[in-house]
């Protein structure tokens, strides 16, 4: 519920909270676990964007931006890739009014993006050309502009933009403000996400499925590079079947099957026991390596007990998959727990690891992770075949 947020501050402090069981397993991996976190609590390097090469060219989409004064860059390694610096952190005006939002829109307002009615958690009664700063939940001041609602609407309306952002800590380019969003010429995505999916593509096979594909960027990527050729199957949750449908949509993958359901059974509901080439797991983790991170409480127990649910996954697709068949396994968190211990998991199960490499990775014997103290959003990726 939205409501008048008199009693409530902004802030200049951080809100994140790690027990001292989990800032221990960081610093084993790490060295300085407190390092690590200084650096999740700033953005990524850079902005990406998948190219939809399906609906436009990567040189077409950067001469549309060009011609709009948009400034991207191509990736060196990957062809469908482009980039945006993020810059700052930057000074914001502190007005008198201010707006309070959750979690995931304090990260993307942080960046630059604008206030959308969904994401508004506090309001003060403002007025349409009032000029709010708006703050995180734990009162973090995250980006300053003008409001293009009335209070009365924020309390009603369930969807539309509400506020301007013209000055925000850091700045990269407004996402669903690009000229070609609507038309599906890209989707915005982290970097090794994208190498996630690429990686599993290198070896298409006639059945691909997504065990935990919402919001849709790696089954994207993978319905992108191979097209309707291969039977692509995106599962999730029953709550993020609409998100994945609309994403796919507009992209234009309308190949691509959807499926609500509990990707634990999907052997058994879906009959797929042992028909697929490759099974992509991105499963339900502590989110730990997602940036910027102004708000968060993990402890080891979160880690522990997420581990036994991802195996639970991972057992799933060994089910699914044919002999001699791929597995993709990724999260967005740094535990050693949800990653390197999950591998040793899979190959007591009858998975072999097999080699990656990837610029700007950190190897070891059971795959990569992305570097944060190089810019990257904190990301794991295994390659594991399933023996015959």
């Known amino acids: 519920m939205k409501h008048k947020g008199n009693n409530l501050e902004c802030n200049s402090q951080n809100s994140l909270r790690y027990d001292i069981g989990l800032l221990e397993e960081l610093d084993t991996l790490y ?22 090469t399906l609906k436009t060219s990567k040189q077409g989409l950067l001469e549309l931006f060009d011609k709009n ?37 304090s990260d993307s307002v942080y960046i630059g993006s604008d206030v959308y009615i969904p994401g508004i958690i506090y309001a003060d009664k403002i007025k349409k050309g009032d000029k709010v700063t708006v703050c995180s939940k734990d009162g973090i001041p995250l980006a300053s502009g003008t409001s293009i609602v009335n209070f009365n609407e924020i309390m009603h309306l369930r969807n539309g933009k ?28 982290s970097l090794p996400s994208i190498w996630a999916a690429e990686i599993a593509v290198i070896e298409a096979g006639r059945v691909i499925i997504d065990m935990n594909a919402a919001p849709g960027g790696k089954v994207g990527c993978v319905a992108q590079k191979i097209g309707a050729k291969a039977k692509i199957i995106a599962i999730d949750r029953p709550s993020k079947k609409k998100k994945l449908e609309e994403n796919m949509k507009r992209l234009g993958y309308h190949w691509v099957e959807i499926v609500a359901l509990d990707s634990r059974y999907a052997s058994s509901d879906l009959n797929m026991k042992e028909k697929a080439d490759i099974v992509i797991v991105d499963p339900p983790c502590t989110n730990i390596g997602v ?17 036994k649910y991802q195996k639970q996954f991972i057992g799933e697709a060994y089910r699914m998959l044919k002999p001699g068949g791929t597995l993709i396994y990724s999260t967005c968190t740094i535990t050693y727990r949800e990653n390197e211990s999950n591998i040793k998991y899979a190959e007591s199960i009858g998975f072999d690891v097999e080699d990656i490499k990837i610029l700007g990775t950190t190897r070891n014997s059971y795959g990569v992770r992305f570097s944060i103290e190089e810019g990257y959003t904190g990301f794991f990726i295994s390659k594991l075949k399933k023996k015959r």
């Open 162 to 189: 509400a506020i301007i952002n013209e000055e925000s800590i850091y700045r990269s380019p407004k996402i669903r403000e690009l000229p070609g969003f609507n038309k599906g010429y890209f989707y915005s995505q």
């Open 291 to 307: 940036r910027p991170k102004l708000s968060d409480r993990k402890t080891l127990r979160d880690a522990i007990m997420l581990s």
């Open 69 to 105: 004064g948009i400034k991207f860059y191509e990736d060196k390694n990957i062809d469908y890739v482009i980039y945006s610096p993020i810059n700052g952190p930057f000074k914001i005006s502190i007005y008198k009014k201010k707006v309070f939002v959750n979690k995931y829109a």
């Open 31 to 52: 060295g300085n676990a407190m390092k690590v976190i200084n650096e999740l609590i700033k953005p990524p390097k850079n902005i990406y964007l998948r190219v939809n």
